[in-house]
């Protein structure tokens, strides 16, 4: 499979991407996580997934999420990320590359996890950090309303 196009392949636009700033935060938040045998997994992913029938991503909504259910079929999520530089072959052939949904109900099955949780979430890679602390903070709530104690993140 391709690697991902640097930055500096992107022309004006990857230099822009690279002098964004990147935010500072006054403190660490941490909490003690259970044991991964007890912890209810969710996937956060950025490949600009969502299902058919969704909005998909555009310009104007790069800075929202889209809502996955759990037992979402493969054959019904799309991906509409922005960046024509993206490599979608990987996930054209193997869901799992952005969005390691199978993987996660392995994990429960064999006990490894406690549970996968209802509810997954896709971001669109690429975006300001400062567009996305409204959305973050709804996530973060949704994912605790799911009782979500562990996220998979998924960069792409």
Do not use: C
Not at 25 to 46: M, Y
Request: proline share 10%; glycine share 8%; net charge negative.
């Amino acid at each position: 499979m391709p690697a991902m196009v640097r930055l500096s392949d992107l022309g004006p636009g990857g230099a822009a991407l690279g002098q964004l700033p990147v935010p500072e935060f006054e403190g660490t938040p941490w909490v003690v996580p259970p044991p991964l045998a007890d912890a209810r997994v969710a996937i956060v992913s950025t490949a600009g997934l969502h299902r058919r029938g969704d909005a998909p991503f555009t310009p104007a909504s790069a800075s929202e999420y889209r809502i996955i259910p759990g037992d979402a079929d493969a054959n019904d999520l799309l991906m509409s990320h922005l960046s024509v530089n993206f490599d979608r072959s990987g996930f054209q052939q193997d869901l799992n590359v952005a969005f390691p949904i199978d993987r996660l109900r392995e994990l429960a099955a064999a006990g490894e996890i406690g549970s996968a949780a209802d509810w997954h979430y896709s971001f669109m890679g690429a975006v300001d950090p400062a567009q996305l602390q409204e959305p973050a903070t709804d996530v973060a709530k949704r994912l605790q309303g799911d009782g979500v104690t562990a996220a998979l993140l998924v960069p792409v």
